[in-house]
């Protein structure tokens, strides 16, 4: 069975779908398991309906896998996410191949035992110099990859690394997102640098590494007008409890720019009502920020605080209102977000993102607009460095060119 495809590739999702059902049969997947797989691609259709999209996309699908089950490229997965992209996976191998490509067997992640010293060298040196727990696990998964398929293509030791398994490498990672190949090959690159540095190779073979030919800025960040986001915290009905609690947390992502995993992890101890600000250790850079807490955003957590919150011991702000009350995760808050932006009644483009950053994003594009200098979004918004931030904002590229790039005296 083959799909006929136009010259112009498009393939109503519909059709896809169908047909890799088909193969499935052909392939004696088991009844259940077909069952799996479609209660993802309804959810999949679903979601491309929202859009009035009927043609298969992988931009789209990509956007449905980070909405819907919160993949994000180059950031380690948890196995739900991992048998989402599986099913979204066969898909696409049907509609590039015309076939679907075999599941490699998954196994649990252990460095082969002729790299495992180097590799763990290298981990601990970055470390040491200011990954964050979040990169490292990045770069654990990365290497680990790497060190996997050099086994397989029969390299004992280091010295045996030639090019040319750097470049079948890199054709192995085609199966992946684009962004996570240029990542897996950037970590690639730098731990090459490391072992040549070192004297573990004599050859110093990280110019070898191919280029992904991604470029961060090629997808454009979303981001929702003022007035937008206006209308998606006028949707909350703030007379119960977890309306209460889900609008403070919409106002710390959208008027203060904080991370979702932050928001998440926020304590009350962090909370610093005499200096009227909040001090937290960010989890994606592991650097302590302090940011002033703004006048409605405080009225909003105290509003939850005070007759929203349950009686519970969790020190954290955020909790689930059922028994035992547990701590949110970042796929509690994506729901969040994604259920008032879709109740706004608010257009969602198909670059559209439905999940807290977008409220993230939004800030930043509204400081660039009133001409906020870029050292002081990079400050609201944790970025290390304004480099970062640049990126980050080119939505608003025109105004990017006028903006001042001195840091200001006063503090914000």
């Known amino acids: 069975m083959h799909l006929e495809q136009e010259n112009e590739r ?6 896809l779908i169908c047909s890799v059902s088909g193969v499935l049969l052909e392939k004696q997947y088991s009844p259940i398991s077909i069952g799996s797989y ?5 959810k999949m259709q679903r979601y491309f309906d929202s859009l009035h999209e009927i043609y298969y996309c992988q931009d789209i699908a990509m956007n449905f896998l980070r909405d819907e089950y919160g993949i994000i490229s180059g950031e380690v997965m948890i196995k739900p996410q991992v048998d989402a992209l599986r ?20 196994k649990k992640y252990n460095y082969p035992n002729q790299f495992k010293e180097i590799i763990e060298n290298f981990i601990e040196y970055r470390q040491k110099r200011g990954y964050s727990n979040r ?9 680990e990859r790497f060190g996997e398929h050099l086994s397989s293509e029969g390299v004992n030791v280091f010295s045996e690394i030639k090019e040319l398994h750097l470049i079948s490498f890199a054709g192995y990672l085609s199966q992946y997102p684009k962004p996570t190949i240029k990542n897996t090959l950037g970590a690639v690159k730098s731990f090459l640098v ?26 454009l960040p979303s981001a929702y007008s003022q007035e937008e986001v206006e209308l998606i915290l006028r949707t909350v009905d703030r007379g119960n409890p977890i309306g209460k609690r889900d609008y403070a947390i919409l106002m710390l992502s959208a008027k203060m720019g904080i991370r979702a995993g932050d928001i998440v992890n926020l304590k009350l101890s962090d909370l610093k009502w005499d200096k009227s600000c ?18 409605d955003v405080g009225e909003a957590i105290i509003d939850y605080l005070r007759y929203g919150r349950p009686k519970t ?19 509690c808050l994506y729901h969040i977000t994604k259920k008032y932006i879709l109740s706004a009644g608010i257009k969602i483009r198909p670059e559209s993102k439905l999940g807290p950053h977008s409220l993230r994003h939004s800030l930043a594009s509204g400081l660039l607009e009133i001409n906020t200098p870029l050292p002081i979004i990079s400050e609201i918004l944790g970025h290390t460095d304004s480099g970062t931030t640049g990126t980050y904002l080119k939505i608003g590229i025109a105004q990017l060119r006028d903006c001042a790039l001195e840091v200001p005296h006063a503090t914000i």
């Open 313 to 331: 011991e969790k020190k954290n702000v955020f909790v689930v209102h059922r028994a035992p009350f547990d701590e949110f995760t970042g796929k």
């Open 278 to 295: 909040v001090v937290f250790t960010q989890e994606k850079t592991d650097h302590a920020i302090t940011l002033p807490i703004l006048n």
């Open 38 to 42: 479609r209660i993802v691609w309804g």
């Open 194 to 219: 490391f072992a040549y540095e070192h004297g573990v190779i004599s050859t110093d073979l990280s110019n070898a590494v191919p280029k992904s030919g991604y470029r961060t800025n090629e997808r």
């Open 87 to 106: 099913k979204v996976q066969v898909l696409e191998d049907y509609y590039t191949f015309g076939d679907i490509m075999p599941k490699r067997k998954r």
């Open 10 to 15: 498009q393939i109503r999702l519909s059709e």
């Open 135 to 143: 990169l490292k696990q990045s770069y654990t998964l990365y290497l």
